[in-house]
């Protein structure tokens, strides 16, 4: 998991690029990210960037890189290629409203595989801590595991339920997605957020 964390970062810290995105607040999201895995590099291009608010209060940006660029939000949740979603936080996050969050839409979606998905819920539930204003994590989804990229450089183990992870990707990009605006630009479909450069 070391080589996927240290591939990000340094892809995010990169020097921008002709079609990165700069958001408000100048958020800039790279065009491409490498991922190393087993088999050697993959890179991923950036797909959307989409906003989360929670009432009127902006919470986060969230970037969706791809190996082939898509606006159909099932086909890339039952793809089996890699994919990485990228949260760059626009305010203080805590702990518990990190959790609360999930835990309501991973209970609103996992039907009949709640009982079976739930201990690989509480693994990743068990990684989360405060996040600070304009701090990044990663999430990879790779063909047999999940992957949480924290920026602090902590080394998690990986999720390895496939089935986990179509489920976080269906709460952002499915067709019954919890936020439609969110949605909307991780599909690549709100052009007025950002700007490239």
Known sequence: MKSILIVLLLSLLSSVSLADLNCPTNIIFEEFVDVKTNAGFTELSLNGVGL??????????????????????????????????????????????LVDEWTDEFERLCAEDCKKLQPFHDQLMSYARDVNKNERFSLAFLPN???????????FPPIKSVAYGKLMLKAAVGSDAGDDKLKKGLLGQDSKLCKEI
């Open 145 to 155: 595991r999940l992957e949480f990229i924290p920026t602090g450089g902590e080394d």
């Open 52 to 97: 989360k608010k929670i009432f009127l209060f902006k919470v986060f940006y969230g970037a969706l890189y791809l190996q082939k660029n898509s606006s159909n939000g099932d086909s890339i949740v039952n793809s089996k290629e890699i994919k990485v979603f990228t949260v760059h936080a626009l305010r203080n996050i805590s702990k518990k409203q």
